[in-house]
């Protein structure tokens, strides 16, 4: 049901121009008046064509991808839980 999508951070020179054309090539989450960024999210299965398209925009700087989907999520610790020892 749900597609999959990655982030991504667009450095831009131009917000005027950002918030224009980005919108074209993914979702728009955020852009950032005073650090001059977008934060956005494209098709996972179309990363790499989307950020080459965005930079060859003239008024991109940088485009930076969001390793989020690969970081692990699920912990477990190996610490005992001593809680019981200090309940009533």
Known sequence: MFTERSGIIVWV????AAGKHLEKYGNV?????RLHYAAMYVYSSRLDE???????L???KKVE????NEIKTEYNSN???KTRFYSL
């Open 50 to 56: 989307t950020v080459k398209q965005l930079q060859k």
């Open 58 to 60: 003239p008024f991109v």
């Open 79 to 81: 610490v005992p839980d």
């Open 65 to 68: 991808r969001s390793y989020r």
């Open 29 to 33: 989450h955020f852009i950032s008046k």
């Open 13 to 16: 020179s131009d917000l005027k």
